[in-house]
């Protein structure tokens, strides 16, 4: 499958049930759930599976992961180029995350990173750092009302119940 902005939340709806199947338990699309992917991917490492051998899990992982900021932070695929990352970025999307100014995020960049020891973040932190309230002078400040948000935090949003 090749990955789009159209194909992504497929390929994260295959890594669910191909987490279902081969570790037991759900993913169930929540912020929670995204340290289960970091553990999933540690794991993976442990195995001394190469990168090259477990890029189709880490896509798809990846995916998962975008999905839950699309669900919970109204996070939108995004073609890599449409966002002007192809120098920063090596797949071919990204998220666009809302806020004053649309700012991308390279979530599946950041699985891969983990696994390859290239960060030591996983996506549940990538997840708490996009949506933490901006800080200014050293206090934390409440998110300021919907449609004006800083352009480098997108908004805490309510989760979409119509996925």
Known sequence: MILSPTTAARLAEDS???????FGFALPYTPESLILVDAIVAKIKETGATQQQASGLLSGL?????????????ASWR???E???TRSCRFPVVLALPGAGVV???????VFQSFSGASVEGVARLYETVLAPPVVDGSVESH???GEAPATVAPTREPDKSR
């Open 104 to 110: 991308g995020c390279d979530v599946l960049g950041r």
């Open 16 to 22: 669910v049930e191909f987490v279902q199947k081969r």
């Open 62 to 74: 990846g995916c998962y992961a975008g999905e839950v900021f699309v669900r919970h932070a109204k």
């Open 144 to 146: 300021p009302p919907a």
């Open 83 to 85: 966002m002007g990352l």
């Open 79 to 81: 073609l890599t180029a």
